[in-house]
């Protein structure tokens, strides 16, 4: 079941995630500038890749997901690499920009935070991000109440505190919101995409092609092919001072 999660959740998000990787970096980052390299850490399936390229010559993007992997968006200024989760596979003080768009509170750990030290220019720059887009009234539409399994645990706000910051400075933080319309087909990838909501609405539906049976169950309830969904948005940014 798991391999099959894992599949079916690299299919969805793949499909369709929220445009916000790009405005959360800029305000992050000084704009116009083009950095020679950047490294993305747990890039998913390439969107917060892509959005890197915005500021980075060449983009590495690594990924302990074979399966997200597999559904990665190709791009002429990226490479993508599986991780193995313990070491890069990349000279010391390589990069400008390190990036962790949603990626951090997986695998949070010294040893990272070593690495990505290690593989950081001094004076480069750590960008941790994240967004929470508030689903309950989609749910609610679905008449089910959210869940409360492993994605409540879920830190939007994780950083690097608690570990030895001592090659390491903080430079700042942000916290925003957002209103962002989105269509019914794209929203039911959402859902799809947690593996909770993935798991909650297989019990409450046919399992025959869940996202079609979603999909028309948000357009019988619905009077528009579009909803307007809330975001909340997370950054901080660390300079690495070796």
């Known amino acids: 079941m798991a391999s099959e999660y894992d599949q079916i959740t690299a299919f969805h998000y793949a499909s369709f995630r929220p445009s916000l990787h790009l405005p959360i970096l ?8 083009q950095h020679p390299s950047g490294l993305d850490v747990g890039c998913g399936t390439g969107q917060s890749s892509i959005a890197l390229t915005h500021f980075c010559k060449k983009v590495k993007g690594v990924e302990p997901s074979k399966e ?27 990069f400008d920009l390190i990036t962790f768009a949603g990626s951090l509170y997986y695998g949070k750990s010294q040893q ?13 720059r750590i960008i941790i991000y994240d967004f929470e887009l508030s689903l309950d009234m989609v749910l609610q539409r679905l008449n089910l109440e959210p869940s409360l399994g492993q994605d409540s645990n879920y830190d939007h706000e994780v950083h690097f505190n608690g570990l030895n910051q001592e090659h390491i400075a903080l430079e700042k933080e942000f916290k925003g ?15 799809l995409s947690s ?16 996202y079609q049976t979603v999909l028309q169950e948000l357009r019988s309830r619905m009077n528009s092919e579009n909803m307007v969904v809330d975001a909340k948005t997370y950054s901080t940014v660390y300079r690495i001072k070796k």
Do not use: A, W
């Not at 800029?26 to 500038?33: A, F, N, S």
């Not at 919101?177 to 859902?191: A, C, G, R, T």
């Not at 909770?196 to 092609?209: I, Q």
């Open 26 to 33: 800029k305000e992050c980052l000084e704009g116009g500038i």
């Open 68 to 94: 997200m992997l597999g559904k990665s968006i190709q791009h002429p200024r990226i490479t993508y690499s599986y991780y193995n989760g313990q070491y890069f596979d990349y000279r010391d003080s390589l």
């Open 112 to 124: 990272l935070l070593d690495e990505v030290i290690r593989v950081g220019k001094k004076n480069s």
């Open 177 to 191: 919101n957002l209103q962002l319309e989105i269509s019914i087909s794209n929203v039911s990838h959402l859902l």
């Open 195 to 210: 593996k909770d909501n993935y798991n909650l609405l297989l019990e409450s539906f046919e399992k025959n092609d869940l």
